[in-house]
């Protein structure tokens, strides 16, 4: 990766900044899950975001998220190892960067799933980013999902269901919008399959600068 006189990279041709947002209970996890399992090969990499939140559940630390403290994420924002940083839901949330550089450098797409926030700010620095947004069947079927999780409480839950409405306003923000049906997880991850190879046939010799 070489870079520009203003600091920033420029990534290897063809490589791709994919953006995925949606708001909360959309299933974004479990879509990430499933592109995983249909391209296994290395031409991707899955950017691991860091937050300030706890683990839940089944979630695996450094695999799942960088769970940090908000002492360490102030140091990664100073130092400017974030890409983007914003505060969601009452956490913190931020890109790596050298992760995103070191993946477009050596050539493999880099598969970013951020909020709106973070979406708007990598857009701003990154135009070429490819932005894709997943929205439910239907508003109360989000509603179900994100109660369906228990792992929020009431006073949670309801906040998310504002920002869900305020962030569902946001989609025709992005190039490509994708729903997320009802146990058709499968589905969703081949539409954006879809999105992700055209945009390769589209722009073969592309080169993003981060």
């Given amino acids: ?33 499933e592109l995983r399992a249909r391209h296994p090969d290395p031409s991707r990499h899955f950017v691991v975001t860091c937050t300030t939140r706890a683990p839940r559940g089944s979630e695996v630390p450094g695999v799942s998220y960088h769970f940090v403290s908000a002492e360490a994420f102030g140091a990664l924002r100073e130092h400017g190892a974030l890409l983007e ?32 926030q973070g979406a708007r700010a990598v857009r701003a620095l990154v135009p070429e980013a490819v932005t894709i947004f997943i929205v439910p069947p239907s508003i109360e079927e989000l509603f179900a999902r994100q109660k369906a999780r228990g792992t929020e409480s009431a006073a949670e839950l309801e906040r998310r269901r504002q ?34 190879h055209r945009e390769h046939e589209l722009h073969p010799a592309r080169r993003v600068l981060v």
Wanted: glycine letters at 12%; aromatic letters at 4%; charged letters at 25%.
């Fill in 1 to 33: 990766m070489t870079d520009d006189a203003s600091g920033r990279c420029l990534g290897a041709p063809g490589a791709l900044l994919v953006i995925i947002s949606g708001p909360s209970g959309v299933g974004k996890d479990t879509i990430i899950d």
């Fill in 85 to 116: 940083a914003a505060g969601v839901h009452g956490n913190w949330y931020g890109t790596p960067r050298d992760q995103v550089v070191q993946a477009l450098g050596e050539g493999r797409d880099a598969i970013l799933k951020i909020d709106v």
């Fill in 163 to 196: 920002d869900a409405a305020f962030e569902l306003a946001l989609a025709a923000d992005y190039e490509h919008v994708v729903v997320n049906r009802t146990n058709e997880v499968d589905e969703t991850a081949r539409d954006i399959d879809l999105i992700i």
